[in-house]
């Protein structure tokens, strides 16, 4: 099993970057893809971004694409998402999640066992 811990969120004005880490415990880390979902209030959690175990291969939701990129860095046990050009939209609680299941690149949450507790993004407008 693997325990996972997000930080990096925090309060910042339309047009901002905001680095996200997602640290990792316990299990190897690289033995998972690791993804990223959010939760705005009163919506379903939805897709965000997902990298695969070597970090070769990441997709992504349409609405991020072009100013979200994940990364890995498996040696420090960490996944990375860094957002730039933030839109109040992108408000919304940020969890990564992980998954040895083959089929990581679909971005179903269901398909990720292991969460995180999550980080709040606020973009102000």
């Known amino acids: 099993q693997v325990q996972l811990a997000e930080s990096g969120g925090g309060l910042v004005q339309a047009g901002d970057s905001l680095r996200l880490s997602c640290a990792a415990s316990?299990?190897?880390?690289?033995?998972?893809?690791i993804g990223w979902f959010r939760q705005a209030p009163g919506k379903e959690r939805e897709f965000v971004a997902a990298?695969?175990?070597?970090?070769?291969?990441?997709v992504y939701a349409d609405s991020v694409k072009g100013r979200f990129t994940i990364s890995r860095d498996n040696a420090k046990n960490t996944v990375y998402l860094q957002m730039n050009s933030l839109k109040f939209d992108d408000t919304a609680v940020y969890c990564c999640?992980?998954?040895?299941?083959?089929?990581?690149?679909?971005?179903?949450?269901?398909?990720?066992?292991?969460w995180g507790q999550g980080t709040q993004v606020t973009v102000s407008s």
């Open positions: 990298i695969n175990r070597s970090g070769s291969s990441t």
């Open positions: 999640a992980a998954t040895g299941f083959y089929r990581w690149f679909d971005g179903k949450k269901n398909d990720y066992p292991y």
């Open positions: 316990g299990r190897p880390f690289s033995a998972y893809a």
